[in-house]
């Protein structure tokens, strides 16, 4: 090698050392909940549905929040989006405390920052898919208006639906509805997603084709945190976490998408 081709190559090597070291992942986590609890009034005396919870869910996860009925998951859903609040403990989302918003400042902040996947759709049955897609882009302004509808039929096109963009949900089958119901959650492309139940009320191949999507969505940067009682449904997750009367339980590692298929 000549003297000018090694010092080219030294060269080289320095700009790309300077360049992998301007790369570092990030370890700071997208979500982070510490001593959160969630207490409510009532006749009988007060009634604790989260207790001091703490946990960290780094980006780009699949994560399963598992537990029966009354456990305390919807709870925790809805106080991480920022539909309810807290009784006491801290959530942050990427650089933000959720709960120290104002109410305006709050909804502008769910609806660029997370998409909400509920059981029951929760489709304005007076508007058109297509139409409830894109509303949460009128909400939020984040797309030109000349640009919401063909977000919407490309939105729904992904989830297979794009035939029945212009018809009213109740039109729709349940699947076709959840399908609806995810696209519209991706309509201001959200870095969280939060489902809650969302193959409670679908067949078993549908809710199949949900999961794959979802683990999609992962595979494309996104974080997913799903609430679910159905323990089949972990093998998507890469990791889960139990709750049991408003408490953590032990977290279960379970297997990777990737790993579970190898």
């Not at 399963?64 to 106080?79: D, M, V």
């Amino acid at each position: 090698m000549s003297p000018w081709a090694a010092r080219r190559l030294t060269v080289l090597v320095r700009e790309l050392g300077r360049i992998l070291g301007s790369c570092t992942v990030s370890t700071q986590p997208l979500i982070s909940m510490t001593g959160v609890t969630k207490q409510y009034g009532g006749a009988a005396g007060p009634s604790v549905a989260l207790r001091d919870v703490s946990l960290e869910i780094t980006r780009g996860e699949f994560v399963a929040i598992i537990g029966k009925s009354g456990s305390g998951k919807t709870t925790l859903i809805n106080l991480l989006t920022g539909i309810d609040s807290p009784s006491a403990g801290i959530i942050r989302v990427g650089s933000t405390d959720v709960h120290a918003l104002g109410h305006e400042d709050l909804s502008s902040w769910r609806g660029r920052s997370v998409g909400i996947v509920f059981q029951f759709f929760q489709l304005l049955p007076t508007l058109t898919v297509a139409e409830n897609m894109m509303l949460p882009m009128d909400f939020c302004r984040t797309y030109p208006a000349r640009e919401r509808r063909a977000r919407a039929l490309g939105l729904l096109a992904q989830m297979g639906i794009a035939d029945e963009a212009d018809k009213l949900p109740t039109a729709l089958s349940g699947g076709q509805q959840q399908r609806a119901a995810i696209a519209r959650a991706l309509a201001n492309d959200p870095p969280l997603i939060v489902a809650d139940e969302p193959t409670g009320n679908l067949d078993s191949r549908t809710a199949e084709e949900v999961m794959e999507f979802f683990a999609h969505l992962v595979n494309s940067g996104k974080t997913v945190v799903m609430v679910t009682h159905e323990r089949d449904l972990e093998r998507y997750c890469a990791r889960s976490i139990a709750l049991s009367d408003g408490a953590l339980g032990r977290p279960d590692a379970t297997q990777s998408r990737s790993r579970a298929k190898a």
